[in-house]
């Protein structure tokens, strides 16, 4: 069965940093790229950030460009999103994704983890 596990979501005040994690369990978490998205109330969910399998390349959002950074540390099975300078507009639920994307491809999806920035 595969899990994947955001936790860290909490609330924080604007200029704050936050850390999440998404945790992956059966998976080979090696062969798939993971990435963050998020979705705010009534907009449609964003890729905020994707890192390549061996975490050699990552790309983000330009909205959060220069304030997120994506790390994954392949033996915890683990992907990391490192936010700062957390803006209002941050806020969102955040979910983790993983993408396998050799043959046989698959995708699988965290329950997501709530953010809110806020005073």
């Known amino acids: 069965q595969v899990q994947l596990v955001e936790s860290g979501g909490t609330l924080v005040q604007p200029g704050g940093s936050l850390r999440l994690s998404c945790t992956a369990s059966?998976?080979?978490?090696?062969?798939?790229?993971m990435r963050w998205y998020r979705q705010a109330p009534g907009k449609e969910r964003e890729l905020v950030a994707h890192i390549s399998v061996n975490g050699g390349n990552a790309n983000y959002a330009g909205s959060v460009e220069g304030r997120f950074t994506i790390s994954r540390d392949n033996d915890k099975n683990t992907v990391y999103l490192q936010m700062n300078s957390l803006k209002r507009e941050d806020t969102a639920v955040y979910y983790c994704n993983a993408l396998r994307t050799i043959v046989p491809m698959r995708d699988y999806w965290g329950q997501g983890t709530q953010v809110t920035v806020s005073s």
């Open positions: 059966g998976i080979i978490f090696r062969l798939y790229v």
